[in-house]
């Protein structure tokens, strides 16, 4: 999928969310925390969102974020991860599609480089929501409320996501796997 493919992507799953839950921008606005006026240039394929962004847009909606940057039907293959989602790059953070999220399982899997000791925040998901962390190298610190944990390579964390969080590169790059469960 091309760019211009994942912005329309991204631009036809806003637009969905937002109409099967009767929202108006305004409404939309005020559950993500991004203006409305973004939130249209989005849906018109004007802008391209960043990955922070697009998670705020995602648990605004309580959906899922790669429910954003797979197509409908598309198929995984368990050989390798998908093709790099090159949605507005962050600098310090790359995302990789592992398996996007599944009704069947109500996981979703990616893998996440952060670097230059970045710390990326992230709101709350919906209840219940789960983040199971596993780094594969490098040093990630975690905050779960005001409270930080480190993650050494080889270490597992879990984390409740339905409140405030954020992770930190501690060693200059850190690749981690993020399995999101989202409960019914």
């Known amino acids: 999928m091309d760019h211009s493919q994942i912005n329309?992507?991204?631009a036809s799953q806003l637009k969905a969310q937002r109409?099967?839950?009767g929202w108006s921008l305004d409404k939309t606005a005020q559950a993500t925390g991004v203006s409305k006026a973004m939130l249209g240039q989005i849906e018109r394929g004007e802008s391209s969102?960043?990955?922070?962004t697009l998670w705020k847009i995602?648990?605004?909606?309580?959906?899922?974020?790669?429910?954003?940057i797979t197509q409908q039907g598309e198929s995984v293959k368990t050989d390798g991860p998908l093709e790099q989602r090159d949605i507005k790059r962050d600098p310090n953070m790359l995302v990789k599609t592992l398996f996007p999220f599944s009704q069947q399982t109500r996981f979703e899997t990616f893998e996440i480089t952060l670097t230059e000791n970045h710390t990326q925040h992230s709101e709350p998901h919906q209840a219940g929501v789960t983040e199971h962390l596993h780094v594969?190298?490098?040093?990630?610190?975690?905050?779960?409320g005001e409270?930080?944990?480190?993650?050494n390579a080889g270490e597992q964390f879990i984390l409740s996501?339905?409140?405030?969080?954020?992770?930190?590169?501690?060693?200059?790059m850190t690749r981690f796997l993020d399995i999101i469960y989202y409960p019914l």
């Open 147 to 151: 409270t930080w944990h480190t993650v």
């Open 58 to 68: 995602a648990t605004g909606l309580s959906c899922s974020f790669s429910a954003f």
């Open 161 to 172: 996501a339905d409140q405030p969080h954020a992770y930190r590169d501690n060693a200059g």
């Open 8 to 10: 329309q992507n991204i």
């Open 49 to 52: 969102p960043t990955i922070a």
């Open 19 to 21: 109409k099967d839950k």
């Open 136 to 144: 594969l190298e490098g040093e990630l610190q975690v905050a779960q």
